[in-house]
């Protein structure tokens, strides 16, 4: 059997977030030659009315549909690289320990620094309760009224 002739067709409709929703729809038909590999020629015709697809709906007057036809692509958030199709996250698994761990470092810096600032206050504080001669802490009774 030899395969004498293709078609396809292919259709996208977009909704336009108001209720609407714009169709691009192509059908293509080609014939073929003896010399012609059924495949490459299947994948050419896909392109094509890919590509048609993508030019008429990105000539839409309706923003939303042009940003659905031609989306930002996903990024990394650490590295800022693209995301594959098969992650559905934010980051790249690798990336996503070195933020964590960069998250860890910070959580640690913030609790020593808060630590240090709360034995600096209370050092403060018993300066002070020294210089009122008060609180010395060795309970010979001389705060007491005689
Ligand atoms: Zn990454």
Same mark, same amino acid.
């Given at each position: 059997?030899?395969? /004498?002739?293709?078609s396809?067709?292919?259709?996208?409709?977009?909704? =336009?977030?108001?209720?609407?929703? !714009?169709? #691009?729809?192509?059908e293509?038909? @080609?014939?073929?030659?003896?010399?012609? $590999?059924?495949? =490459?020629?299947t994948?050419?015709?896909?392109q094509?009315?890919?590509?048609?697809?993508?030019? /008429?709906?990105?000539?839409?007057?309706?923003?939303?549909?042009?940003r659905?036809?031609?989306?930002?692509?996903?990024?990394?958030?650490e590295?800022?690289?693209?995301?594959?199709?098969?992650?559905?996250? %934010?980051?790249? *698994? @690798?990336c996503?320990?070195?933020?964590?761990?960069?998250r860890?470092?910070?959580?640690? !810096?913030?609790?020593?620094k %808060?630590? #240090?600032?709360?034995?600096?206050?209370?050092? !403060?504080y018993?300066? *002070?309760?020294?210089?009122?001669?008060?609180?010395?802490?060795? $309970? =010979? =009774? !001389? $705060?007491?009224?005689?």
């Amino acid at each position: 059997m030899r395969v /004498t002739r293709i078609s396809i067709a292919l259709e996208q409709r977009l909704g =336009d977030n108001d209720y609407g929703s !714009e169709r #691009a729809q192509v059908e293509y038909t @080609a014939d073929l030659l003896a010399s012609d $590999d059924v495949i =490459d020629c299947t994948t050419e015709l896909l392109q094509f009315a890919r590509g048609t697809i993508f030019h /008429t709906l990105s000539e839409s007057k309706t923003r939303a549909i042009r940003r659905k036809v031609n989306p930002a692509p996903r990024l990394c958030n650490e590295c800022k690289q693209p995301l594959g199709d098969d992650n559905d996250g %934010y980051y790249h *698994e @690798a990336c996503e320990n070195v933020m964590l761990e960069r998250r860890k470092l910070e959580d640690q !810096e913030r609790r020593a620094k %808060y630590e #240090a600032e709360r034995k600096e206050r209370e050092a !403060e504080y018993r300066r *002070e309760r020294e210089l009122a001669g008060v609180g010395s802490d060795d $309970d =010979d =009774d !001389e $705060d007491l009224p005689l």
